[in-house]
């Protein structure tokens, strides 16, 4: 079993003495197996043939191990790896992006197939420099995947695009089976946690989604700051806007760097997320320690 936060650096917390680390203090729920295996090997192997990313990787995600190793399943991270926006919980590099694969789409679109995916993640880091914020290549990644692999169901996590709807209209008209945008947090906590977002802005986004007539999915990381009536006050702006699907899982702090874990929250309280977001008329909530936005996707179309 290891921690599922990555190793913090030495060197980073020297620099910044006033960041705190909370390793050590995790309790047991919190650990995993060590990804290994075949399958686990092979997909890794397919993602550097291709010079693709996953988000499994860049945000060290926790369930890597058991995605790739048990279900056979990724989530492809286009336009690069570099992020034109610095979340103070995110673990994916911040800068200024110096390349965009045009031919990504198609390469994205191969590795599905190869993969034989019934069903495809598909996220992005946000490229602010972009006149089209990496929307057309959205679009075209959509397009491609079900054109190779039409049996194969789309997920896709989408930035906020600053809000233009020309351009989510690109991404929408393409057509996934779900769309998803993470809130991440509370609005309290957006200055902090989410510097370069408007609350209302994604809220906003979810909604106009729906109204173009697609399944709608938006998530959540607790123990970052926030209270537990904060959370559910947030399920009910989700029950404004239709949303259907809400993932809630534990914050972990990826390096001293961000911002530190604040609290643990237990499985039981977990548990009563869940019960309270579908009594409130969410259609389904993944609430639980170790979810994260693309855990156990296949099973929400």
Known sequence: MIDIE????????RNNPELKSTRGNRPEWLKVRAASGEAHQ?????????????????????NIGECWGQHGTATFMILGDTC???????????????????????EVAEAVKQMQLKHA?????????LPDQGAN???????????????????????DFKGNKELLEVVFDAKPDILN?????????????????IYRRSL?????????????????????GETDDEVIELMRDYVQIKLDIMTIGQYLQPTVNHSPVDRYVTPLQFAEFKKIGEQLGIAHVESGPLVRSSYHAHKHI
């Not at 945008?181 to 977002?197: F, G, S």
Request: proline share 6%; charged share 25%.
């Open 84 to 106: 034109t926006r610095a979340c103070s919980f995110c673990n994916i590099k911040t800068g200024i992006p110096t390349f965009l694969n045009q031919n990504e789409p198609f």
């Open 42 to 62: 092979n997909i890794e192997k397919l993602m550097r043939v291709k010079k693709l990313h996953t988000v499994c990787e860049e945000a060290a995600c926790p």
């Open 6 to 13: 990555q190793k913090i650096s030495k060197k980073a917390q």
């Open 137 to 159: 290549i959205w679009a075209e990644t959509i397009i491609q995947v079900r054109r190779i692999n039409p049996q194969t169901t789309i997920e896709v996590l989408i930035p």
């Open 121 to 129: 993640v598909i996220t992005s880091v946000n490229r602010d420099e």
């Open 204 to 224: 906003d986004l979810l909604e106009f989604a729906k109204s173009h007539g697609l399944k709608t999915k938006s998530g959540i990381m607790v123990g970052i």
């Open 181 to 197: 945008h993470n809130v991440e947090t509370v609005p309290r906590l957006y200055k902090k946690i989410r510097p370069q977002a």
